[in-house]
């Protein structure tokens, strides 16, 4: 069973390295949507609209625990001049190898409308038996309000191609996304994503809403394959707890966990 996991996993390398219920909640369709510390992963620009310093710690149990695979992060996120900067520490993998990752991102306000960030990831592989290699990967995002009850957000991760060795095979492939965000009200938002890793073309739906001031539902669906998520989240004070969980067909569900601190 390991090993069918494994390669499951194994062509998705460093897609999955940030744990987060709430993106995982909405298909991770939020690239025109990203706040605080879900932007310093999924679009930097999202970091011009901080106000206050976030602190967050994310656990992923993929596909109910599988004996020794882990995914684990930690994130900071503060104001910084016109914007916001960033930093993550994350580790997914199994005991035999692991797959690590360091991102420090930045972003800006262009304007009342349109926001630029950018970030860096640093990356290192540890295996028992082949020993650490490394790399790094260059992200460019934007974010933009193009009415009242649209957004729209562009994301480019590892766009330099990031390599490990001296061979194609160890060629991480560049992801493109697209995103158009629809608020209707000020507690509800909508969006829908288009995204391509290597030659896989995926869709992304999302929509999460609040029930009460301190409790929000959102569920999604993407494609390639198709997984069905929603996710729950909690607000007290300087306190939020999400939760949030994928459904694969035929696969052990996996659940997500994140805690994020206001101060």
């Known amino acids: 069973m390991n090993i069918l996991i ?38 930097p620009a999202g970091l011009s609209s901080i106000h206050k310093n976030h602190l967050g710690v994310g656990y992923e149990h993929l596909l109910s625990g599988i004996e020794g ?62 020993g650490t290699s490394f790399s790094y990967g260059l992200n460019v995002g934007l974010q933009g309000r193009v009415s009242k009850k649209w957004l729209l957000g562009f994301y480019g991760r590892n766009l330099n191609r990031p390599q490990f060795g001296g061979s194609d095979r160890g060629t991480l492939p560049y992801e493109l996304r697209a995103g158009f965000g629809y608020t209707p009200f000020e507690d509800i938002i909508s969006e829908f994503d288009l995204s391509m890793y290597e030659d896989i073309f995926r869709i992304h739906l999302g929509t999460r809403f609040a029930l009460f001031d301190f409790l ?45 601190f206001e101060f």
């Open 69 to 130: 695979l882990h995914n684990i992060n930690f994130t900071l996120a503060r104001p910084f001049f016109f914007g916001g900067l960033g930093l993550e520490i994350s580790e997914t993998g199994f005991s035999e190898q692991k797959e690590q990752a360091v991102t420090c991102a930045w972003g800006i306000g262009l304007n009342k409308e349109f926001k630029f960030g950018c970030s860096a990831d640093l990356y290192l592989i540890n295996n028992a038996r082949t």
């Open 6 to 43: 494994f390669i499951f996993i194994l062509p998705q390398a460093f897609e999955r390295y940030s744990a987060s219920a709430s993106a995982a909640g909405l298909a991770y369709a939020l690239t025109a949507s990203a706040r605080t510390t879900e932007a310093v992963r999924f679009n």
């Open 216 to 260: 929000n539902i959102g569920v999604g669906v993407r494609t390639g394959p198709t997984v069905l998520s929603s996710g729950l989240g909690l607000e007290y004070k300087f306190l939020k707890i999400d939760y949030g969980v994928e459904y694969v067909s035929e696969l052990p569900l996996t659940h997500i966990i994140t805690l994020n």
